[in-house]
């Protein structure tokens, strides 16, 4: 009866902590830490709601708690997304570890004189609490890293790898908290720490992570069986409890029978388990779903519980000892992110702030002090308050410090979230009636920037008058002819849309085809007979004599894909994202961790649309259609993009990285991308404009391109066609220029003064660079002396801007002639140099 009484006490104190914990967030301090507020307020030390004997038989709701908090730490390791930065996360693990653990087990073992319960005991007990205290300080917190990057939709790779070192250390910490525990146990029971010892601990370690293994199929064998999800999270649960309740049961009858004290780590077993569904089971996703489901009751229920736990008394008199090991901590993770990232060669701006990213702790750190409790129950809550003392320290300052170390290292995306969705959000509406306005004004509250243009010699529909539309930018045209069309702008938006006459509109797709190769040209029919005419150019055509049939159609046969195609369901949206995030070249879908009610529709590669499948690998640029709801179409594209800036920095650095220069050109080239942008032509434009171009039809080789190359430039160079070549492909030999699928850059030094020529070239059915990798479809070769080093880097990072656009590559394969090439090139948004015109 009590337990019930305790039970229906804390359930109500719980699902206060929730209101109050929901409350503090507003003001800006983590959820856990109303939690812990709550329980403090609620427990024997000031409310006395949850007595101190209510704690103790409650004890069952740590269990399974730690359980589930050891799971989720397991599937956070995700090995396939690290796998680009295994080299720096490596050295900042070693080194964050190293010297955490050594400074803060110095700080607790120098002040033992000064902790009361440690005061009295003898030298072996006092080195086996500050081991133990050492190894909770090395806890980090992937739950509030992660919220602080998404507050921040923060990407780049300072950010990628702070979370990859934050991961890894919360699982290197249970393993690190598993082995010390035994040392600990040991040194109180009085054992020989020997060498027999060392064999013990060892095998400890190996049984736990072999009974993580079975739990591991115990889980798979479950997730298997067609139940609800409901019944696979009490499982999971559960499961997390029995193994607590068996090393427990284990350690008791190996005492009994045999003497000795052999102590399983029951968390290092659940992330085990964790780590192994989430790498190497198809259940991954919806292991994590339900994980994520139940997260929310269990940390109410854990933290409000560790609150009215905590031990006030001791608090009150040890407070400057939590201070203490506060700052020895802090001392000791700036330490060791710098030597880990000066080891790991990373810039020194990077090495000074990295420190300030791993702070925070919270969950996993909080479970461990919970864990000793559990373990040495005679000084374990005192020890355990301590610890959450500084962890909750940690947990107000870390948030805070982590994102201004985001912010120093310009990661941050401070935009309104529609921004995010879309990189391509302008477009031209040609046409003067109602449906033209109504389009205007639906993409407009979408975010786009919309004009109408229309001939001054059109018709209006006298009911729907556009001019009257103050939203909306009306641009009257003098004729439907390339340059009126230019001198408007159209050939720098995304999507044109034309909504005159058949040819009318057949015009304007003409010349945004041939001439501008815009990414996105839709047409409304007025005559059937005219669809193979546009068909041809490559245009969305919309019939109106059949759109509403055909919609009518969708409705009757798949409603729901139709309320989702009209926007009818406000729950979902359909969107296109571009690849961006290098930590994601090469993964299979299969691999991919998306958010739960995400679903990956199509992808588009070099202009090819197919429907994916578990095994299709994503490749920088593709163009993914998704569905899903607005928060996780957030999330993906937080996963999906890289820091603009950045990835401009590392395309021009990794092109940069030959004979051009031996000297680090980072500053350099981000004080170009910074300039502020110029509308007037600068000296790249003036070379594009006068550049030699290759429209090359047949299928070719490095070799016979670089033929081609060496014959269309030598001249303009004054050098011979076959040491230019040559040049060429020795400069391919060392380090290929190929920069991303379907992009080269070739680029060479020579001798002389004040040369610089620029070669455009496309090719079609494409030029293998590389055998067994994507055919390259656009190359642009830089040749130029070593006076002008100055130029190629502006060159190269002219050039990156451009072909980072998504809609380039579908611009520059529609363009029809040598000079809509160059103008792809000319017209692109990029940042232009006043001090180069």
Same mark, same amino acid.
Not at 449 to 475: G, L, R, S
């Given at each position: ?16 902590? /929730? ?5 503090? *967030? ?17 427990? !024997? ?105 998404? +507050? ?76 609800? /999800? ?34 399983? +780590? ?10 192994? *569904? ?5 259940? #991954?996703?919806?292991? $994590? ?7 929310? !009751? ?43 990232? $000066? ?31 559990? +373990? ?38 401070? /935009? ?106 839709? @047409? ?36 729901? @894909? ?66 899903? $709801? ?31 220069? &031996? ?5 350099? *080239? ?31 080789? &490095? +070799?016979?391109?670089? &033929? ?5 430039? @030598? ?5 011979? @066609? &076959? ?17 991303? !699928? ?80 160059? #103008? ?14």
């Amino acid at each position: 009866m009590d337990i019930l009484i305790f039970g229906a006490c804390f359930a109500i104190v719980a699902a206060a902590s /929730k209101q109050i914990g929901q409350q503090l *967030v507003k003001t800006g301090l983590p959820l856990i830490s109303g939690f812990l507020f709550t329980g403090i307020v609620a427990g !024997p030390h000031v409310l006395d709601i949850i007595s101190s004997q209510a704690c103790v038989n409650l004890r069952f709701v740590d269990e399974f708690s730690l359980g589930y908090i050891a799971f989720a730490a397991g599937g956070e390791l995700y090995l396939k997304e690290l796998k680009n930065r295994v080299k720096t996360i490596a050295w900042m693990t070693i080194c964050l570890v190293g010297t955490t653990f050594l400074l803060t087990s110095l700080t607790t073992f120098f002040l033992a004189d000064w902790i009361p319960f440690m005061a009295s005991m003898p030298m072996a007990a006092r080195i086996g609490v500050s081991v133990l205290a050492g190894a909770i300080m090395v806890a980090r917190s992937p739950s509030s890293a992660i919220a602080v990057v998404n +507050e921040l939709r923060a990407r780049g790779a300072f950010t990628q790898t702070v979370l990859g070192v934050t991961i890894i250390m919360d699982v290197v910490v249970i393993v690190l908290f598993a082995a010390n525990t035994s040392v600990a146990d040991a040194l109180f029971s009085g054992v020989d720490l020997r060498f027999g010892f060392v064999l013990l601990l060892v095998a400890e370690i190996g049984a736990s992570i072999v009974m993580g293994y079975l739990v591991f199929q115990s889980l798979v064998a479950v997730m298997k069986l067609p139940v609800q /999800k409901a019944v696979k999270a009490v499982f999971i649960l559960t499961t997390g409890y029995l193994v607590f309740w068996l090393t427990f049961a284990f350690r008791r009858f190996v005492h009994d029978a045999l003497g000795l004290d052999v102590l399983l +780590e029951p968390l290092l077993t659940c992330m085990v388990a964790g780590f192994l *569904v989430s790498n190497h089971s198809r259940f #991954k996703n919806e292991f $994590s779903k339900i994980l994520l489901d139940v997260g929310p !009751p269990i940390y109410i229920a854990f933290f409000t519980l560790t609150g009215a736990s905590l031990s006030l008394d001791v608090l009150v008199s040890t407070w400057p000892i939590a201070v203490a090991l506060f700052f020895a901590r802090g001392i000791a993770i700036f330490a060791g992110s710098f030597m880990g990232g $000066s080891f790991a060669k990373n810039p020194l701006k990077n090495n000074l702030v990295s420190g300030m990213a791993f702070i925070t702790q919270a969950g996993v750190g909080l479970g461990l002090a919970k864990a000793v409790v559990v +373990e040495f129950p005679g000084w374990g809550d005192a020890f355990a308050t301590i610890m959450i003392s500084v962890i909750i320290l940690n947990q107000i300052i870390g948030p805070i410090a982590f994102k201004a170390a985001i912010k120093l290292m310009n990661e941050d995306r401070p /935009k309104a979230m529609a921004e995010v969705f879309e990189d391509a959000r302008d477009a031209i509406i040609f046409g003067t009636d109602g449906q033209a306005v109504a389009l205007a004004m639906s993409l407009s509250a979408k975010g786009w920037q919309v004009k109408i243009m229309a001939p001054v010699t059109a018709v209006e529909d006298k009911n729907n008058t556009i001019d009257k539309n103050p939203d909306i930018q009306v641009v009257r045209l003098g004729g439907l002819t390339l340059a009126e069309l230019e001198r408007n702008n159209c050939h720098r938006v995304g999507a044109i849309v034309a909504m005159l006459t058949d040819e009318e509109n057949y015009t304007i797709c003409e010349i945004a085809y041939e001439h501008f190769g815009t990414q996105t040209i839709i @047409a409304r029919l007025g005559d059937r007979n005219n669809f193979h005419r546009f068909q041809r150019l490559d245009v969305l055509i919309v019939d109106p004599s059949t759109a509403i049939v055909n919609l009518l159609d969708h409705f009757v046969r798949s409603p729901a @894909a139709a309320s989702l195609f009209m926007g009818m369901d406000t729950d979902r949206k359909i969107m296109d994202v571009v690849l961006r995030n290098p930590d994601l070249f090469g993964l299979a879908l299969r691999d991919l961790r998306l958010p739960f009610d995400t679903v990956i529709m199509s992808v588009r590669r070099r202009g090819v649309l197919f429907i994916p499948h578990d095994y299709t690998r994503l490749e920088a640029g593709d163009l993914v259609t998704l569905v899903g $709801s607005v928060t996780s179409l957030a999330e993906v594209v937080l996963r999906f993009d890289v820091n603009r800036k950045e990835a401009l920095v590392q395309m021009v650095e990794k092109a940069a990285a030959t004979e051009l220069t &031996q000297n680090p050109v980072k500053a350099e *080239v981000k004080e170009i991308i910074a300039r502020k942008p110029s509308a007037q032509k600068d000296r790249f434009d003036r070379v594009v404009e006068q550049s030699t171009v290759l429209d090359i039809k047949e299928p070719m080789d &490095q +070799e016979a391109f670089f &033929q081609a190359v060496a014959r269309a430039m @030598a001249p303009s160079l004054n050098v011979s @066609a &076959q040491s230019l070549k040559q040049m060429l492909i020795k400069r391919e030999e060392q380090v290929t220029t190929v920069l991303a !699928p379907g992009l080269a850059v070739p680029h060479i030094i020579i001798e002389g003064r004040e040369k610089f020529s620029i070669l455009l070239a496309r090719s079609r059915r494409g030029i293998e660079f590389v055998k067994s990798q994507p055919l390259v479809h656009a190359a642009f070769v830089l040749v130029g002396s070593k006076d002008q080093r100055n130029f190629h880097l502006r060159a190269l990072s002219a050039i990156a801007q451009i072909v980072m656009d998504p809609r380039f590559e579908r611009k520059w394969m529609r363009a029809k002639t040598t000079s809509g090439l160059r #103008k792809v090139i000319m017209y692109a948004n990029r940042k232009r140099g006043k001090e180069d015109a």
